[in-house]
């Protein structure tokens, strides 16, 4: 008996060290989202304090100086970085779950390397004809990219039963979209050329009132679908043929896997360009923050860190090198690359 109480009470302290340790990361995950909105919005040629950020932001004080700069341009820019990395990160995890390979991600599987081609024909060819298209367009464009690269890998997968082979099929694939953007840009007038080149170096600058309405109702569809499929992630975690005894249906299960992704990535690619190892780094990080690979949990910690992780490189892309702005994909390459080479060397040494 004493052996049984014993064990329970171990269970119980168990229990409330996982939870509190939840509760700091997410807390420390808000409270960073918050403090790096707040410098992001005012750090720049015009700064304000605290009180006048909050009244134009709630209260819409349009009497206060920087109302325009603040409401116009930085807010949106702020909630767009947010929006788009937890969108990138959380398409990273569920590409990780699909692979079962902590290094997968949109960026090294050339899933955005096809939206980013199908995104050049849009801006190269049908912006000259038309003159001008919708974001949702946009996004339907390299949604339609993202998932003709996700077409081949899914073939791959078909005939390759090698995760690892199946990474370095999603790279060379990857690749071949890379050169066959560069013969597209052949044929661009030098502004496409230049409007292409800003792009492609992944950038939050621009956005608009319009951008970050068609990326809330985008993300927020694709971020409620995953957290529907959170318990089956769960036992497909655990091995297939273990979710085949619960009842998953695995060919459904892993096709929504990789659509998901390819919703979440084509859309960061599509309004910020491709921006890469964040959906590699930040799911690993937060993984290991909350010692953990619950999707229940992972999902919304990935997606915060997501946020937190592209708002401070953001930060830095802005204010680094002022007046003269950073590519943001420069920026995460910065802090991600590392992140991932301690990945393969944990990984190579066992531990």
Avoid at 223 to 235: H, Q
Wanted: aromatic share 10%; charged share 10%; net charge positive.
């Amino acid at each position: 008996m004493e052996k049984i109480a014993a064990g329970k009470s171990d269970a119980a302290e168990s229990i409330i060290r996982r939870r509190s340790r939840y509760f700091a990361v997410f807390l420390f995950l808000a409270v960073s989202v918050c403090v790096l909105a707040v410098l992001n919005i005012n750090v720049g040629n015009v700064r304000l304090s605290l009180r006048d950020i909050l009244r134009i932001i709630f209260l819409k004080d349009s009497s206060k100086d920087g109302f325009v700069i603040i409401w116009q341009i930085r807010l949106p820019r702020v909630l767009m970085a947010a929006l788009l990395g937890g969108g990138l990160s959380l398409s990273g995890f569920l590409l990780q779950t699909f692979f079962s390979n902590p290094i997968a991600g949109p960026f090294v599987l050339g899933i955005s390397s096809g939206a980013k081609m199908a995104v050049a024909v849009v801006m190269v060819f049908f912006l000259r004809g038309f003159g001008g298209v919708s974001s949702y367009a946009m996004i339907a464009a390299s949604f339609a990219g993202a998932m003709a690269v996700t077409g081949f890998i899914l073939l791959l997968s078909g005939k390759i039963r090698n995760m690892s082979a199946l990474l370095i099929g999603g790279i060379m694939i990857g690749y071949i979209c890379s050169a066959v953007t560069d013969f597209i840009i052949t044929f661009a007038s030098d502004s496409d050329i230049v409007n292409l080149h800003g792009w492609s170096r992944g950038s939050f600058s621009g956005m608009n009132w319009g951008n970050v309405q068609a990326a809330f109702a985008v993300l927020g569809v694709a971020v409620i679908l995953t957290f529907l499929i959170s318990k089956p992630m769960g036992a497909y975690q655990l091995g297939e043929d273990y979710a085949r005894s619960v009842g998953v249906n695995i060919g459904a299960f892993r096709t929504m896997l990789i659509l998901l992704s390819s919703i979440l990535s084509a859309t960061v690619t599509a309004f910020a360009g491709p921006i890469s190892f964040v959906g590699i780094a930040v799911p690993y990080l937060v993984k290991r923050a909350l010692c953990t690979s619950k999707p229940l949990v992972v999902i919304p910690a990935s997606f915060l860190g997501g946020s937190v992780f592209c708002m401070g490189c953001d930060l830095i892309a802005r204010t680094a090198l002022a007046p003269t702005e950073l590519s943001i994909s420069t920026v995460t390459a910065c802090f991600g690359a590392p992140v991932v080479l301690i990945m393969l060397v944990r990984k190579k040494g066992g531990r």
